[in-house]
């Protein structure tokens, strides 16, 4: 059995009047059949979805025998490799944080093994879980009150400026116990970043994709080129369970004339004139990922975290 969702059928064979009742001893696996009855039955049950796809045991106890169900981890590979053309679009990209420290923070996973994918036949898988928050050495974000695990487009040498580029990205929330817990803590999936051609330092954010304390996915924009908020819009009530399409479109300039413009599932949602480089012969770049900050202001804990993209494309006209 793979690591995602999924259901299964097991047969009991009994004379035609022996009772027998049927019972789970785990809270991943749910018998969706009677739970009792007299003489063969089916008896169907569900898996729940395995969010840190680690391999896991339950069993099924059933006219006093045990039904043992493996829920196994499937193999995928890391973010970081070679440009994967069909999750990421060919983009090159990389990480600051510690891959082999945290081997499932981004992983490159297929249809095949019940991953939710929107075209092709893979997409890339995001998780952090609760407790973690020391993905590099050289970012103690245990001590900053943040945890994160993301990977960024490797587009150092090149320059937008005076250019249109355009990101797509689809986003898939699967169900989950509580995917950003309420209160004054923060969550972002996606972020479009500006920095010198010719560095990996400086720079800071012009807007995110972020998931609001109800759940609902949100554009925030910033004031300048500070980290000021200018404005969060909400795009979609609620995110889980299908997939999301947004793209940025912006015009990369330090002229009045820049602009900044999301769609979401193909609905004009941001349009802000203004200029959206700092200095001229800057870049704008991809961030995925999951980034958590402000932690110790959530009112309700942390629990495993993940998020799926896909169908990633960049074009620059």
Partial sequence: MSGLAGSGTS????????????????????IT???SGTGSADIAYNIGYNLTLATRTGTLTVG???????????????CGGAPDADALGGLPFVTFLNPA????GCQIVSVSDGHPVHDGVKSARFELRAGECESSAAYPDCQTDRSRYQINENNR???NDGRIVSYEEWIYVPPQPRFRPRGGNILFLNEILYRPADSET?????????VGQNGQLMIRTHRGFTFDIDRQYTVLTNPVGTWTKVVWEIKSTTQADGYI???????LMVDETKPTLPNAGWRHMLLLGIYNAFRSNATEPYDTQVVYFDGIRKTIR
């Fill in 101 to 104: 420290l945290f081997s499932y």
């Fill in 11 to 30: 047969r009991l064979t009994t004379g035609g009047n022996c009772t027998w009742t049927a019972s789970s001893q785990a809270s991943w696996l749910t």
């Fill in 157 to 159: 040498g090149e320059s």
């Fill in 64 to 78: 006093g025998q045990t039904l043992t169900v493996t829920q196994a981890s499937p193999a995928a590979a890391g």
């Fill in 261 to 267: 413009r999301v769609y979401v599932n193909d609905a």
């Fill in 33 to 35: 059949s009677a739970l």
């Fill in 202 to 210: 400086g720079g800071g954010v012009l807007g995110y994709v972020e």
